[in-house]
DNA sequence: ACACGCATGTAATCGGTTACATGATTGA
DNA sequence: TCAATCATGTAACCGATTACATGCGTGT
């Protein structure tokens, strides 16, 4: 049911399903990911409930485009969402799970499953980190004087950059204590 | 697709879908969440795809109960699942979406969202925290000299803990940032 | 002529949630 | 007798993914 949420809290401007995936791509997504074929349908059920409204528009470069704006019921939506305070619920990792069966594995392939983890997350912390660079190098007000508009996005990465830091520091934890467990009955 | 090899993974012993339930509310509920109504479906799946065979068994206290035990196939299925490697993917946290928008609310709105976010990790992090310090008095060889059965557990249990201890810190600095901004504006 | 980016959609399927239906056994 | 726990399932629905279908406009 967020993504519905998603889209009215991108839609301070008019935009289309297309400009909202790109939004998406752009500032969202280590965060909420979506295909088109699930917004374009779901923009067009948020219009029948009357949270958006649309119109065709020719575009400079391409066929015409539906341009969604949000009305004042849809902008109530949003303010109601988030007023009903942090929506928390199970998260479920796939990989974490994985870590609870690994004794069903041989010794070398858990050290490597660590491995692959940790170097998947040290990639995906650099690019936030490169990102973070950029926007500090292009704002002087960057982090703390920024609008708001663009300081609780910056939170938000933020997290996701500590998370992955905690998830690569535990990495290095478990191989750490492997090897030692390894040592420990080779004696 | 994960919940098959969660299955797979537990059905070490032979179990119902019942017990299958409990040891996952027991032991994995900060990890993985199931409904019996997706996991009795999923196991006669499992079934007609030759991952499992069941039986049915009396039981001593309550109706008969349909026990599933792995074929070797199913084995198999799981130990592909871990030499595949880390199964990464998007996260969807709702209530961070919902910070990327809190600029459509109050002031003071924001602060108890921090707040009740802190404060309801927090009590997951207790709650963890216990399970983890009862497992300590249990067992003298805690945790690093554990059986690896649970040595592996044990791993994830100490990241659900440690997400969830950067997530309250994030909430404090987060807070902290806001209530300096404010004052900045005041000036 | 062809590839690429722009642009909108539908259909099939899968994973997960909520609600409903049924019935045995045990202990207060 | 009544509630709680044990035990298995179905049906309806929602959210997300994958695959498919269509067609405009621009630059090579």
Redesign the interface.
Known sequence: M?LQ??LL?MLAEPASGYDLKQRLEKS?RH???ADLAQIYPLLSRMEHKQLLISHMEASDRGPPRRLYRRTTSGQQA??D???A?????????????????????GHA?RL??FR??RS?FQQHLHELQGIDHAWGEEDPNYP??LA??A???R??Q???M??YQ??I??CGE?LQ?ME??KK?TAK
């Open positions: 967020s949420f998603v809290g969202l965060l909420w990911a949003l303010i969402w988030l007023h305070g942090p929506d928390l619920g199970h998260e479920r990792l796939s990989w974490l799970a994985q870590v609870f069966f690994l004794p069903s594995v392939e490597d499953f692959q983890l998947g703390d004087q708001e508009q300081f609780y996005p939170l938000t933020r997290l996701v500590m998370k905690t998830i520091d535990w478990c204590r030692t467990r420990s």
